[in-house]
């Protein structure tokens, strides 16, 4: 006599195929330092999910029906949450923007199947960088949707264009991106910023919980 043994939805919708993240050391940099400076754009949003190399589920009960996008930015969320994949229908949204590091293996895909399913989902802005600059038509590209049509949207001379969903401007700088305020110009941190960054604000806890503890120890004297 068989026993079926319920499968659990992780079984169902796997977090990971157990394929690298990315083809070459640039494009995985460059995926975890994107990643980083997103999430330090949006740290002050409750309502924005900021994720990588993450399973995309978009139809409930076909798990095959799946994308990985490098990184992407889903708005009207839990920010805070923390998921092993994201299911559209779970959540009743999809993301607002996806970013795709081109490499040699993926720009066929990048350029035609996922520009298309992503506009059919309703993605309102799909953008393609090419760190190494060999397999697009331009190092940076990016779509964004009129009505349920992707329309390129355009690019400045020095290469960068201006995300409406990120408010930011995003620029070609050799094998990285940057990222810029579109109102104030301002940079944001890269990773190594970001982790000195991070490394001030831990010191200046550090340091207040010594003085609160000093205080403390005066107090009961």
């Not at 409930?60 to 559209?88: N, Q, W």
């Not at 399913?117 to 309102?124: A, F, I, T």
Request: charge should be positive; aromatic fraction near 8%.
């Amino acid at each position: 006599m068989r026993i079926s043994v319920a499968k659990s939805p992780d079984d169902i919708y796997p977090a990971s195929d157990g394929k690298p993240m990315a083809e070459t050391g640039y494009h995985a940099l460059l995926m975890v330092c994107l990643h980083q400076m997103l999430r330090h754009r949006f740290r002050d949003r409750e309502d924005v999910y900021v994720a990588i190399n993450m399973f995309l589920y978009y139809v409930e009960g076909k798990p095959k029906k799946r994308r990985t996008p490098d990184v992407m930015v889903i708005k009207g969320v839990k920010g805070s949450h923390e998921r092993r994949s994201f299911k559209t229908w779970v959540e009743s949204v999809v993301p607002a923007c996806i970013f795709e590091i081109t490499s040699k293996k993926t720009a066929d895909e990048d350029l035609h199947a996922k520009k298309l399913l992503y506009q059919r989902l309703g993605v309102r802005e799909y953008i393609l960088f090419d760190p190494l600059n060999d397999y697009l038509p331009k190092q940076l590209m990016g779509h964004r949707l009129v009505g349920k049509k992707y329309k390129g949207i355009p690019a400045r001379l020095d290469g960068s264009i201006v995300s409406k969903e990120l408010g930011l401007r995003l620029c070609p700088e050799g094998t990285d991106l940057g990222l810029y305020d579109s109102k104030s110009g301002e940079r944001q941190l890269n990773l190594e910023e970001l982790h000195q960054y991070h490394a001030k604000k831990l010191d200046e806890e550090r340091r207040r919980l010594a003085e609160l503890q000093a205080e403390l120890a005066r107090l009961k004297k």
